[in-house]
């Protein structure tokens, strides 16, 4: 993302995506890949469709405010307020799937939120203010997206019997790739062709690519662990969050970021209370 247009970047992301997964759309659809294979993918109406067209809002809405974030925030920073985002799915299954904290899950909320807290204050040092930094704002938005599509997760995965709709985990992944890119091609014509020569230039780099590959496999986890019998959306998201290990490590060792001794502490923080989350899951 550094010194590179934002929504081509996003587009292409979603092109190798789709090319990824519409294979096994087609060979599911003529038969060579059989109902019990781990890649097949259902065929549906539009009665199911249409709650994946919306996954695909949710999620293209998310990608988009933190892709501006990460562009303009140290990724040390951007790291751990993401992982704060099993504190908002936990809140989110509390309301709508009648989930309950117990002493473990709270203790962990108040630690999240303490670890977000000095995270701000380390970030200040950097010229960086929480209250009037709109990048701050865009990545806090692209969480509460983030949560509100891992909790939508739940419903499409979890069973007409357990209140949810019941979709296959890979027609859902691969048709919200798709809906997503031709999302993206609208966006990318209406918004960002137009006023190009005035903004921040796209140019190619072959960790696109690589960026569609990683996305792909982490989601195909994730789905896959979702769509397990008596599988927990807290726990699965706290367990996902747990990737602010590798881009703080990254942000530390390849982009040398500043200020590492006090943001370590914050990450501290953070993985503590997603400790006591697990522990007050199990």
Request: glycine share 6%.
């Amino acid at each position: 993302m550094k010194d590179n247009a934002v929504i081509p970047v996003l587009l292409l992301n979603t092109l190798f995506s789709s090319l990824i997964f519409l294979p096994f759309i087609i060979l599911s659809a003529n038969g060579t890949i059989s109902e019990d294979s781990l890649f097949y993918t259902h065929s549906y109406g539009w009665e199911e469709h249409k709650y994946i067209l919306l996954k695909s809002c949710i999620v293209l809405s998310s990608w988009l405010f933190a892709y501006f974030g990460l562009k303009h925030l140290p990724i040390t920073i951007v790291g751990p307020i993401n992982a704060t985002r099993p504190v908002m799915v936990l809140i989110g299954a509390l309301t709508f799937f009648s989930e309950r904290l117990n002493v473990w899950q709270w203790c962990g909320v108040i630690i999240a939120m303490v670890g977000l807290y000095m995270l701000s204050r380390s970030s200040k040092k950097e010229g960086i203010n929480f209250k009037h930094n709109k990048w701050i704002v865009f990545v806090a938005l692209a969480n509460i997206l983030g949560a509100m599509s891992g909790l939508y997760d739940k419903f499409l995965m979890a069973s007409p019997a357990n209140h949810g709709v019941g979709l296959d985990k890979m027609a859902v992944q691969s048709w919200y790739n798709i809906y997503q890119f031709f999302m993206m091609l609208a966006m990318l014509i209406l918004l960002w062709w137009p006023t190009r020569k005035k903004t921040t230039p796209f140019h190619w780099d072959w960790c696109i690519i690589l960026i569609s590959v990683f996305l792909s496999i982490a989601d195909f986890a994730y789905f896959y662990a979702l769509g397990l019998d008596g599988a927990m959306i807290s726990i699965v998201s706290m367990v996902r969050r747990g990737s602010v290990i590798v881009s703080f490590l990254f942000g530390a060792m390849v982009f040398k970021e500043k200020n590492l001794k006090s943001k370590v502490i914050d990450l501290a923080l953070v993985l503590l209370s997603m400790l006591f989350l697990f522990m007050g899951s199990r």
